[in-house]
């Protein structure tokens, strides 16, 4: 979820519905249900999509720090020749002088909050979404008479 989100074209893929958040709680609920022979609750998928709803932050962050130092350059010279050749929106090419002002950081720390708390929201109901499609039926009982 972190890594997907953090790279340039494919995070794109989160404005469909948050499809990499939703997508990271959907995985780490079946991943939990794997590993668990007894069917887990939709309270357990919840609370593993909210906890990979934090680490996909933690990871976006870390991955989305080196991209921007190697690509930043990159899109203001792209963004300044776009707005050189465009007439007449000496309107946007204010709007695109403050937003060169934002710093790399102030941009990082911006996007890890975003993640944060909207990756927290939606991995969740990822998870519990996941909890409810993955779940095993119930094992019988051991000592359960025949019938």
Partial sequence: ?????ALPIISVGNTCCCLWVV???FVAAYLQQQMQDAPISPADGALIGLLAGLAGAVVHLIISV?????????????MRRIVENM???????DYADRADMISGPVKAIIGFVF????????????????AMVFRKTAPAPLNAPPL
Avoid: D, K, Q, Y
């Fill in 23 to 25: 997508g990271g709680g």
């Fill in 115 to 130: 993640m944060l708390f909207l990756g927290a929201i939606f991995s969740t109901v990822g998870g519990l979404i996941g």
């Fill in 87 to 93: 007439a007449g929106a000496e309107g946007f090419r």
């Fill in 66 to 78: 080196p991209i921007n130092l190697v690509l930043g350059p990159l899109e203001r010279e792209m």
């Fill in 1 to 5: 979820m972190g890594v997907l989100s």
